[in-house]
């Protein structure tokens, strides 16, 4: 009886013993499963890449039959499924939950993995519950009392987690920290792609800050020039009739008109800076009124006749305008940026011709000045309508001028609802510059 009784222990204690080795060995496995899992999840700066890696360790390790992957979206508004096993996508991707509760309709605590009773999901789940295998299991990951997402995992009728209880906690706290740290690294990177884009936006405004000094500098130069060149003129041809260092009246008629041309130049010059700043300063008038573009073309093209212009080029002016309705400008200073361009348009054409044409187009009436002169480069055509700024630059150019000519041209027509295009193929091959203007 003794031995027997013995021999019945001896069983009993190998069966513990084999009991306990394998336990040891599951539980050995598991932390060896957690630790690779701890590695991955560092490395998974993604929340996508974190809820395919908590499916494929409840699937393989913990046996589930189906399993879903929640995580909250970034509004905080609700858990977006991220990852599904055993059942179609197109229907595991559907089942959004609201939050900070997914389960409003029941008492449960969030923060607690526990079995769902169908009455928890009111059978919203039940695409999860896959026959056979209906019990459903709630998986919560916490981080700093907030629900950062959960699994919801099918598992066989009868199943007993509390074996695996310690690893899937640790199993938890891993994922919770993952996902957050996923949070950290997308705000991060948001912070640094909005940081970098705003590097390159203070490196272009410097390198605009930069060009603009460059171009104020010689305009300051160049407009001490343009001022000296015709004061000069006119004390000299002044001082000469004084002196009457002239052969008869006709030689001193023609020191005067010379004299009166660089003296109107000078005022050209000086009424070009003065508009220029009344535009930055919100001074500018315009009255806008219902006015007859024939006529203001009629008065323009009277003064027009006037500009000097090389022997062969042509100045072709638009005929009858009787069909042109009326418009809504400052008659004054459209006449103004038209003879601008006009007189432009003639500067810098040494032959061919200078055409003026007047089209009616939907709601408004275009003025375009065409010339076949030196043209614009396509890299100079994004300066042009920038303060001090010519097609060419230094002090050397052949063209006189400020250069503000046609930004208070871009001002105007914009004070007046309009506006102005330049077009050019390139460098010799012509300009044409269009005014467009709201029919009244």
């Known amino acids: 009886m003794e031995l027997l009784r013995a021999q019945r222990q001896m069983s009993s204690l190998a069966q513990e013993v084999n009991e306990l080795r394998t336990s040891l060995a599951r539980r050995t496995h598991q932390m060896s499963v957690l630790q690779h899992v701890a590695e991955i999840l560092a490395a998974t700066p993604k929340v996508g890449q ?5 499916l494929d360790v409840f699937v393989q390790e913990f046996g589930a039959r189906s399993c879903m992957v929640w995580i ?7 858990y977006q499924p991220r990852a599904g096993y055993g059942l179609p996508r197109n229907l595991w ?47 919560p990951f916490e981080n700093q009392l907030l629900l950062m997402g959960f699994a919801i995992i099918g598992l066989e009728t009868g199943r007993i987690l509390e074996e695996d209880q310690n690893t899937l906690t640790i199993f938890q706290r891993q994922v919770a920290v993952s996902i957050y740290n996923a949070w950290l690294f997308r705000d991060l990177g948001e912070q640094r792609d909005v940081l970098r884009s705003q590097t390159r936006e203070l490196e272009k405004a410097n390198a605009a800050l930069l060009e603009a000094d460059r171009f104020r500098s010689e305009f300051l130069a160049l407009t001490s020039h343009e001022l000296r060149t015709p004061l000069t003129g006119i004390l000299g041809f002044t001082r000469l009739v004084l002196d009457g260092l002239y052969e008869d009246e006709d030689d001193m008629r023609h020191m005067l008109m010379d004299s009166y041309a660089s003296g109107k130049h000078l005022l050209e010059l000086l009424n070009d800076i003065l508009d220029l700043a009344k535009i930055e300063s919100g001074r500018m008038q315009i009255d806008l009124e219902s006015f007859s573009l024939g006529i203001l073309m009629a008065e323009a093209s009277s003064i027009v006749a006037g500009y000097p212009r090389q022997p062969g080029v042509e100045l072709i002016w638009p005929g009858d305008l009787g069909s042109i309705p009326e418009v809504m400008v400052d008659p004054g200073r459209l006449k103004q940026v038209l ?49 001090f700024v010519q097609a060419q630059g230094g002090h050397a150019r052949q063209y ?41």
């Open 50 to 54: 974190v809820a395919s890696v908590v």
């Open 339 to 387: 003879l601008n361009l006009v007189s432009n348009a003639l500067k810098f054409t040494k032959d061919g011709s200078v055409k003026v044409l007047v089209e009616r187009g939907i709601g408004e009436v275009s003025i375009s000045v065409v010339d076949t002169g030196i043209g614009v480069s396509q890299d100079a055509q994004r300066y042009l309508f920038q303060k």
């Open 93 to 139: 991707s559907q089942l959004q939950l609201p939050a900070p509760n997914p389960f409003p309709n029941a008492p449960l605590v969030l923060f607690q993995d526990q079995w769902l009773e169908p009455a928890v999901h009111g059978g919203q789940l039940n695409p999860l519950m896959t026959p056979g295998h209906p019990d459903l299991y709630f998986v």
């Open 400 to 440: 006189g001028g400020t250069g503000l000519g046609l930004v208070i041209c871009k001002h105007l027509m914009e004070m007046m609802n309009g506006t102005i295009r330049l077009v050019s193929e390139g460098e010799g091959k012509g300009t044409c510059l269009t005014l467009s203007v709201p029919i009244a």
């Open 72 to 78: 909250m979206e970034d509004s905080g508004a609700s």
